[in-house]
């Protein structure tokens, strides 16, 4: 799920590219030898695939580890993981770690399906007489507007 573009940086700023995609978690070993990286070489992460952002001189050891916390999380959380860090949690690592504190409500897209979820799950009693008079859309909304939720093409998440 996280691929990296590493590059020899001593070999990159003579004006050669020496890079390979490596997929995490990657042996360090594997890729210095690949790269033809030794002692007191350094390298740079030039491109990446992954669902979060990766820097140019971020710790390998560290990409391993979150790469390796990804794999026992469900896909719609993972396909918006950036999402999810930015609107709940303060690092990314948090965000893995802690998935289970986020629900995910794959069927709500936006403010009227989450109103009309609160209602139907018994979040806001209402009794079965006066739901077709609730404003549904305006109940999300207000609720959205607590911070609590946030709304991607996989459905909604919430804390």
């Excluded at 007489?129 to 859309?137: C, K, M, V």
Aim: charged content about 35%.
């Amino acid at each position: 799920m996280v691929k990296i573009f590493v590059e020899n940086l001593h070999v990159r700023n003579q004006g050669d590219l020496k890079g390979d995609w490596f997929d995490l978690p990657v042996s360090i070993d594997h890729m210095n030898r690949k790269l033809g990286l030794e002692d007191g070489d350094e390298h740079i992460i030039t491109d990446f695939e992954s669902p979060f952002p990766v820097g140019e001189y971020d710790d390998l050891e560290e990409l391993n580890e979150l790469a390796e916390l990804l794999e026992d999380l469900p896909s719609g959380y993972k396909n918006n993981l950036a999402e999810i860090k930015d609107a709940f949690f303060s690092d990314i690592r948090e965000a893995i770690e802690d998935y289970e504190e986020i629900i995910h409500l794959p069927e709500v897209y936006n403010d009227k399906d989450y109103g009309n979820h609160l209602v139907e799950e018994g979040l806001f009693e209402v009794p079965e007489n006066l739901r077709s008079y609730i404003d549904g859309e305006a109940l999300g909304r207000d609720c959205r507007y607590e911070g609590n939720i946030i709304y991607t093409d996989d459905g909604a998440f919430y804390k």
